[in-house]
């Protein structure tokens, strides 16, 4: 079946400092999400990718849809203590159909 | 996330027994999926359902799992005989009309089996 490589698994940072995060998957992908899950909570979607080459920004977030189709990262610019959480990257083949999610990147910001 | 409701937040069931997971999507939406997330690890998906239809539960266990969405009322995720390893955080999603994706997820039930 499907699979989605997230890398690295969990990253710890000095707060102000840039973080990239990606997901590599199997398959080609016709959507690409990225999700932030804190704990004891659902997850909150961040930003959705629906073309290649997609490039989105959401405040200090950017998230890139690979041109190969099978990859995407998410950027954090200047981090700051509650960007804490686990973000996931999902994807989905084709335009039905549910999601994939990666294993999730959990950071961790030193103030 | 206001909007998707998740009953019990926390669960706890001996092994044997019967657990119940509910989920009202957000007010007008008749699609639901559910998915489980075992500690350390993604969410996996288990099932997608419309109002009094089951679209695909391809993600499903094949025993003990069963899960509706009836014309009135939540939808319902029921585990029979529990075991330990169904101890995970369920969640579902509402997608809003018109929308390709899952965007709007409750806050889970974290089921503890014991």
């Known amino acids: 079946g499907q699979q989605l490589n997230q890398s690295p698994q969990s990253m710890f940072i000095q707060e102000g400092e840039d973080v990239s995060m990606n997901c590599t998957s199997s398959?080609?992908?016709?959507?690409w999400l990225w999700y932030k899950q804190e704990p004891g909570e659902g997850p909150v979607l961040l930003i959705a990718?629906?073309?290649?080459?997609e490039l989105t920004s959401n405040g200090r977030l950017t998230a890139q849809f690979g041109i190969t189709r099978k990859d995407s990262f998410l950027n954090i610019s200047a981090s700051i203590p509650s960007d804490v959480g686990i973000y996931f990257c999902?994807?989905?083949?084709?335009?039905?159909?549910?999601?994939?999610f990666g294993k999730g990147t959990k950071l961790s910001v030193k103030p | 996330n206001a909007g998707v409701m998740q009953n019990p937040r926390h669960l706890v069931r001996r092994r044997g027994q019967e657990a119940r997971l509910r989920c009202s999507p957000m007010?007008?939406?008749?699609?639901v999926y559910w998915y489980r997330q075992l500690p350390e690890e993604g969410l996996k998906f288990m099932v997608y359902?419309?109002?009094?239809?089951?679209?695909?539960e391809s993600g499903m266990p094949k025993e003990r799992f069963s899960a509706e969405f009836p014309k009135e009322g939540p939808s319902i995720l029921r585990i029979q005989q529990v075991v330990r390893g169904d101890s995970a955080a369920y969640f579902c999603?509402?997608?809003?009309?018109?929308?390709?994706?899952?965007?709007?997820f409750g806050q889970g039930t974290r089921l503890t089996v014991v």
């Open positions: 999902a994807g989905r083949e084709g335009s039905q159909g549910n999601l994939i």
């Open positions: 398959s080609i992908f016709n959507t």
């Open positions: 990718l629906y073309k290649a080459g």
């Open positions: 007010k007008g939406h008749s699609h």
């Open positions: 359902l419309q109002k009094e239809n089951i679209i695909d």
């Open positions: 999603a509402s997608p809003p009309q018109g929308a390709r994706t899952e965007a709007f």
